[in-house]
């Protein structure tokens, strides 16, 4: 690119060459609503913690062994099965009870089947119906149905609350057993019973599954000379793929961005911060993970790519899908004065998890942090409210139009 085009948005010195040469650093972060994946094994975690009484549990251990009589008559398969299997049952039981005493929607035991089923998740590749969940206030909610999946074209939303699974409510449920019943073999339907803002009761949508590919990342330029980069997720490869999506920005000779993170349900938070660094100067905060002295704070700072000079125009499109890793590369972007933040409140998703390796086939998924802001607030549980806040509703939904886009463009155009 000539170095004397002032109108274009990148730095003058030899921007295409920052594109190929720059570094992606991607530590291993667990895909799902960006957390921590650090697998431990702590030598002092089989002793037991001073000041608490363990009788009450290995007297109920007794008592079971004592007196439990199955309701149903075991079959002989059911009682070939060994003693030791059914005491690790108990104790798998016994930790999912702790971790859900914490009344943390983000704290969880995954036992051995559950662990394998994240572990295959995190491939990018499953059998199911293709949408992110957790649960707000006990309530099952849907953070964001993925771009052409299933839930998508079923009509499922963002923030819609499934009240049933099948026939099991889902009150007071825990995301993997959720997980479990939502999943199912390509081509085997499932019913979910949902509730939605604006809907006088309940209604009962079926969702045939399917292999869900997760999508990564889309690139288009307008009519109107706009460029819109589509990030649906933030994967391994994600800071490789946005990379090469602005080089196509680059290369269609636009200055005016949109980054549309609508739907975008997080993932792994390193790659949030390298696309952030394409933008800030290095040793910008892009986010601060709060121990609350716990351990020491880790700032993730911008690595200081910065391709882009005063010339860009940029919009940042969020909506309710809009959770953790996307939640944080939106508002350091805004705070930092690079891009506008346009569209509907965010999830709300401010803290941060980690996969602790409980055994070999095991794991607790735990809460172990805050995200703070650049700003050093946390991020609100509540979502972060955007600078054009601006819903889509159910008639404009229906009719295909896209008010949020169309604020961007108007934004970008002034």
């Known amino acids: 690119m000539p170095n004397d085009t002032p109108q274009l948005p990148f730095r003058s010195r030899s921007s295409a060459s920052r594109f190929v040469a720059a570094g992606v650093l991607i530590a291993l972060l667990a895909f799902g609503l960006g957390y921590t994946l650090a697998v431990r094994a702590d030598s002092n975690a089989s002793g037991a913690p001073e000041g608490v009484d363990f009788s009450p549990v290995w007297k109920a251990w007794q008592v079971i062994d004592e007196k439990f009589v199955p309701a149903a008559v075991a079959t002989s398969t059911q009682l070939a099965s060994s003693t030791e299997e059914a005491a690790q049952e108990r104790v798998w039981g016994m930790v999912q009870g702790l971790a859900g005493s914490l009344q943390d929607p983000y704290t969880f035991f995954l036992p051995p089947k559950e662990n394998e089923q994240f572990a295959q998740d995190m491939s990018g590749a499953f059998e199911g119906v293709g949408m992110e969940i957790a649960v707000r206030d006990q309530i099952l909610t849907v953070v964001s149905p993925l771009k052409g999946t299933p839930a998508e074209r079923a009509g499922i939303k963002s923030g819609d609350k499934v009240l049933k699974i099948d026939d099991l409510e889902t009150r007071g449920i825990d995301v993997t057993t959720a ?182 086939e095991t794991a607790l998924k735990i809460t172990v942090a805050r995200w703070l802001a650049p700003s050093g607030e946390q991020i609100p549980t509540e979502g972060i409210t955007p600078d054009q806040l601006v819903a889509i509703s159910e008639e404009d939904a229906k009719a295909d139009k896209d008010p949020q886009m169309g604020k961007a463009v108007e934004i970008l155009n002034q």
């Open 179 to 360: 997980v479990s019943r939502i999943r199912g073999p390509k081509g085997s339907a499932v019913k979910l019973l949902i509730a939605r803002e604006g809907w006088s009761e309940p209604r009962e949508i079926s969702v045939v599954r399917d292999v869900i590919n997760v999508p990564v990342i889309t690139t288009e330029q307008r009519a109107d000379g706009i460029f819109v980069i589509g990030l649906l997720n933030f994967t391994a490869n994600s800071p490789e793929l946005f990379r090469g999506a602005l080089r196509e920005f680059v290369e269609s000779g636009s200055s005016k961005l949109v980054l549309d993170l609508r739907g975008n349900p997080g993932g792994y938070l390193e790659a949030a911060v390298d696309m952030a660094s394409w933008f800030l100067p290095s040793g910008r905060i892009v986010v601060t993970e709060d121990y609350a002295g716990h351990a020491q704070n880790i700032v993730h700072r911008s690595r200081g790519y910065d391709v882009f000079n005063e010339n860009l125009k940029m919009v940042v499109l969020v909506d309710r899908g809009t959770a953790s890793a996307s939640e944080i590369l939106a508002e350091a972007l805004r705070y930092w004065g690079v891009a506008q933040m346009v569209g509907d409140k965010t999830f709300g998703k401010g803290s941060v998890q980690e996969l602790v390796e409980i055994t070999p």
